[in-house]
Structures are given as structure tokens and as C-alpha cells.
């Protein structure tokens, strides 16, 4: 796994973590980098690579480290003599594709490569010449959307024959235990008694939370009463670039950042719905999570993976919003870039994403619905049923 964040592919790996453990397993779990500010730990069955973050080697030692990773993990594969691994993420998936070890391998791949790809970037190009040679090592590479495994053939020339799809994994029970915790700091307790939109994940130039920002802008106009709050710790130019866009609109009174935390499910039961207006996902955990624990959701159509998650009909959405049984699905903002935007202009899809959030906020039809249609949404999201399919031969 790449650190011990809270972000999505962290979460996922620690779910795995638990139920093989739970299941009589011997699990150990290897992040890339190991942080003091951590918040998932695996305490006597963690190991690590290094012990600080990439900003913090040169770029000289970043590029050695990129050459003896697979030479490190081989030596941990040996010594612990794992039979099988899992890798969490394109780095991930790299190194162990060049370790040339005799387990059982299985990759995963959880956002559309074609646009993260477009970035010209070391890692990037590293990956699409993997994609056609050292990937055939591993046995299985999983896509955890339909909408994933058709972006690799279609539009990144995969042409192995061992991708399989496998949604992720959620332990529900867990997730709704940690939602029932109390919120401690009573400044929170009383944000969270009001109509509450809450963001939850990193705050990147993927998720573009500049366009949620101008968006509740937008709603002001006609509704007033509800605050944007982020949950989350990110990038420090798109930070800056939210906050410097809430001063501009005034909403710095409507807006709140808590930053990371390390239950984020007791403030997500609590809010009114769920925001996601990112430029491309894969099947992001939030929105099971988010439908687990029956708060509404308003998203971006960012992926196909995005209608495979928030409906059982098999839709479509072009430039109009959608009502489905866990929320509502709006216009993709990606226009082919993943930079801090140039202009603050208003654009279409702002509307579109405003108008959603209002109809979801002055009815609760919404969540009605999603109560209605929980188990048949959630299904397929069973945690014995997933981290089995992982396990197995690649079913060709």
C-alpha cells in the first residue's frame, strides 16, 4: 500500500487487513512510505520501505528508491515466505511486478488510467511501459469497476489477458459501529446539528473541489441554510486555491476544513448528503460508505463506475442531471485537464451540481429512496464474498 492515510485505497487495504486476519490468516502489511502522522496502522504486523515521504528525497534519491523497491520487497516476499500480495495502487502494482517472486500476485487498479496517464509524468510512463511487459507477472489485475476495465483495453492498449473484476470490499458492520461513536469536540457537535454537505476524501486537483466550492455558491441563491464542510487533508496548492476562492465568494463563514480524521464515519452519518465533484474516480469507497450508512449523495459523473455504484439501472448521463435510487448523478466537469484552473468563471456543469444539492437538501425523498434500495446497492459490496474472488485463479 502507498502510506497510511486515510484515503480510499489506505481504507481498502486495511478492510482486507482485518478480515484475512479475522479468517486465521497470516496477514503483514507493507506501506511504501511510513509517516509519524499515519492514522492507519497495522502495529507488530506493519512493515515499511522508507521512513519519510518523496517531498523530502531528491530527485537523485527518489529515482534510486524507484530502482531498489522491487529489490526490497523481493527480500521481504522471501523472508516472510508470503504465498500471495496484494497491491494497492499503481506503485504499488509496479514493484511487485519486478520482484520475480514465486506468490501469488494480484494488482488492482482504481481510477481511469487513460486520464491520469495524459501526465507526462516518471511514474506515468514507468506504468504504460509495465502495462506491456512486466504486468504479465502479475496473476491477476483487478479493476474494481466495468467502467475501469474498458478504459485499459479501449484506451490504454492493455492487451494481457489477466484483468478481472472485483468490486471493493466493505466491511458495512464496521462501518456503521465507528459512525454511532460521538463526536468529541463540541464546536463540531453543533456544526453537524444543521444541514451539513460534507466532502470526504483528498483534497487533489482529481477531486477538483474548487468546482464544489463554486457550485454551494451557487446554491446560496436558494438556500441559504447549509454548510460545506471538508473532511480531509490534500495538496497544498489546491488547498490554497480553495481557500483563496471561498475569501473571494465570502463563504469563509459557510465553509469549514476539519482536516484528516481518523473516523470520518461519525461525520458523514451526520451530514445531509454526501459531495463529490472530482474529474475522474474509479468506484470511489466514500459512496458505498456514504449509501451504507443511508446518507444521500450528489456526484459527478466522473466514471461510469460512478452509475455501476449509485444504481442498479443500467443509465446514462450526458449533459443533464440524473435521479437515481442513492442520489443524484451531475455532468462531468473534466475538460481534459487535471491543473488549478485558470479562470473562476462559472461554468455549466457548477449549475447543474447546484441545482442537485438543492433538490436533495429541501426534500427527503432522497434518502427514503436509498433506504429502499440499500441491500440491492450494497450487495455486491460483501466483504466475504470479495476477499474470496481475490484469492481465486483469475476467472478467464
Known sequence: MPYGSVGGMERLAFTFYNHYKNQGYVVKALKIIKLDNDIINFDEDELYLKPYDFNEMSKTERLMFYVKAPLMIRKIIKKEKFTHSIAFGDMSNIFSSLTFTKDFKIGSIHALKSVELNNPTLLNKLLRFCFKTSFKKLNKLVCISKAIKKDLIENCDYKLDNLEIIYN????????????????????????????????????????PWHLIKS???????????TLVFVGDGVKEVIEYSKNLISKFKLSDKIVFLGRKSNPYQYLIKSKMLALSSLYEGTPNVIVESMSLGIPIVSSCCTDGILELMSTEDIKVFDQNVEVESGIITPNFYKGTLAIPESDEFVKEEHNFADAMYEVLKSDNFEKSLEKSKNDLLNKFDVDLVSNQYLEPINK
Open 169 to 208: 470490499p466493505h466491511d458495512l458492520a464496521e462501518i456503521k459501529n465507528k459512525s454511532l461513536k460521538c463526536i468529541e469536540d463540541r464546536s463540531e457537535q453543533e456544526l453537524f446539528t444543521g444541514n451539513v454537505i460534507l466532502f470526504l476524501g483528498r483534497l487533489s486537483h482529481q477531486k477538483s
Open 216 to 226: 454551494f455558491y451557487l446554491l446560496q441563491e436558494k438556500y441559504k441554510d447549509a
